[in-house]
């Protein structure tokens, strides 16, 4: 934002009076309470105010002290829109044990995931007519989420449960062989995210670096998460980009991919050749050891709420705490965000990994067995 010199209410309330006295020679009576005083006061006043005002006009007329609908404009002008929420869309597999005659399985029924660590579980709604052929043990059915929302990316195979029983359904699940979510779902993009990546845009209308204009036309696409490139180590000439999605595993779904993919090869030079894809998977185990303070808390609680907070860690988030693509493990970093989850955490030791952990630009840390000790319980 551009910077201006602004005079405080007190110093200007100086000038005024200093200026009044080579004017107004007359007047005898400057004392605080006096009728000139007043008045120059009240001017002051107003012209303090009248600086808020310039102040607010200044702050929404740049990208990184705009916020709300403001934002939302200079967003539209730079043809990078804020991402919307919309629902998650894609394909559970509706089974039978034993082969039998058509089913019918009709618009609106209810599949659901288990409760996930939030205690609530995810529902799903069947969105087109489907019918289970004849002889069949399977159908891939089209679902929908039912509410707006990134969390209800889940990962393959966590959806298990049929709420709403259709007779001749003996079960569902999502773990097909070809990736289950069609379209991710997405929360309202944050002022803060926005403005990260409103300095992307600009490349497209300047010099800069090939890489930095394909990050700038990936970001913006709904769905995408966090998005970096790098020039390709054995292919000569190649570039991936590498984009995360809101799923659990942060693995961008293959239409995902294919829709960056599309927008990119519209202004690449025919003669380069660039990769969209999901980043490698870098597993870790983890165990901690959470030294319970003295103001006391419930064990089970605090080896709940510490087991959250190390999952956050690894969850997809453009949060610049968590281990994203390319950023290695960080003893540190999860100790610290260990001793924020209560006033009764007194220490933190971490066990395992016994040291950092360092991963190639392209791999994405995912945690593996996840071990919390209470100590002092």
């Given amino acids: 934002m551009a910077i201006y010199e602004r005079p405080t209410y007190a110093e200007f309330l100086e000038w005024l009076i200093a200026q009044a006295k080579t004017l107004m020679t007359a007047i005898k009576n400057w004392r605080v309470g006096g009728v000139v005083y007043t008045l120059l006061a009240t001017v002051a006043k107003g012209f303090d105010k009248l600086l808020d005002v310039v102040d607010t006009a200044l702050a929404m007329a740049f990208w990184d002290t705009s916020e709300g ?11 990078s829109p804020r991402q919307q929420a919309r629902k998650a869309e894609g394909r559970v597999m509706f089974g039978r044990d034993v082969a039998g005659g058509p089913v019918e399985i009709p618009v609106g029924r ?37 509410v707006v929302g990134s969390r209800y990316n889940v990962a393959a195979g966590q959806i298990t449960e049929l709420v709403t029983p259709i007779t001749g359904i003996d079960y569902v699940h999502n773990d097909q062989t070809t990736y289950w979510l069609d379209v991710e779902g997405t929360d309202r993009e ?9 300095p992307l845009a600009l490349s497209r209308a300047s010099l800069a670096g090939v890489r930095t204009l394909y990050e700038s036309i990936a970001a913006p696409i709904a769905g995408v998460l966090t998005v970096k490139s790098w020039p390709h180590g054995v292919a000569l000439g190649q570039v991936d980009v590498l984009i995360t999605g809101g799923a659990d595993d942060a693995q961008p779904s293959p239409a995902l991919i294919a829709q960056a993919q599309a927008a990119i090869d519209v202004v690449k030079p025919d ?28 064990v089970g609680q605090i080896r709940q709420a510490t087991y959250d907070a190390i999952q956050a860690l690894f969850l997809p ?61």
Avoid: C, W
């Fill in 271 to 298: 003669l380069s050749n660039v990769v969209v894809r999901g980043p490698r998977e870098h597993e870790i185990d983890i165990e901690v050891s959470v030294v319970k303070s003295l103001a006391g808390g419930e």
């Fill in 190 to 198: 944050e002022d803060a995210t926005l403005q990260a990546r409103l």
């Fill in 110 to 146: 209810v599949v659901s995931t288990t409760p996930m660590s939030d205690g609530q579980p995810r529902r799903f709604v069947v969105s087109a007519l489907a019918t289970l052929p004849d002889g069949a043990l399977d159908v891939e059915v089209p679902v929908i989420a039912q």
């Fill in 69 to 79: 609908e403001y934002l939302d404009r200079i967003a539209n002008l730079l043809n």
């Fill in 317 to 377: 988030s453009s949060n610049a705490r968590v281990f994203g693509t390319g950023n290695g493990f960080v003893r540190a970093t999860l100790a610290a965000e260990i001793m924020q989850v209560a006033d009764y955490v007194a220490n933190v030791h971490v066990i395992a990994p016994p040291e950092g952990v360092t991963v190639d630009p392209d791999e994405l840390l995912r945690p593996g067995t996840i071990t919390v000790n209470v100590v002092g319980a």
